[in-house]
């Protein structure tokens, strides 16, 4: 398990990410919504229940559970 990513990382601000997926920018990203989080996302490799795990768009990062990013992408 890598490090935690930061918001501050160049391309999670391109991505919009938050750690918490309420505090999304809507204005920005409206394609956003409620209930859609990291830990629910096609790209998450952590389980659903974990706090945070992988995501193959921030390599060697760890993404929280509770986050979000505009590449959220609905399971199969
Ligand atoms: Fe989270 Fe999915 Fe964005 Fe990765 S692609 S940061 S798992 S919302």
Known sequence: AGPMLAE???QAGALGYK???TKVDKAKFPKYAAGQLC???ALYQGK?????GGCP?????QV????WCSAWAKKA
Do not use: E, I, R, V
Not at 48 to 52: E, H
């Open 64 to 67: 929280a559970g509770k986050g």
């Open 48 to 52: 659903a229940s974990d706090a945070a």
């Open 8 to 10: 501050t990382d160049a």
């Open 39 to 41: 830990n629910n996302c």
């Open 57 to 61: 768009l921030f390599a060697g990062k």
């Open 19 to 21: 750690a918490d997926a």
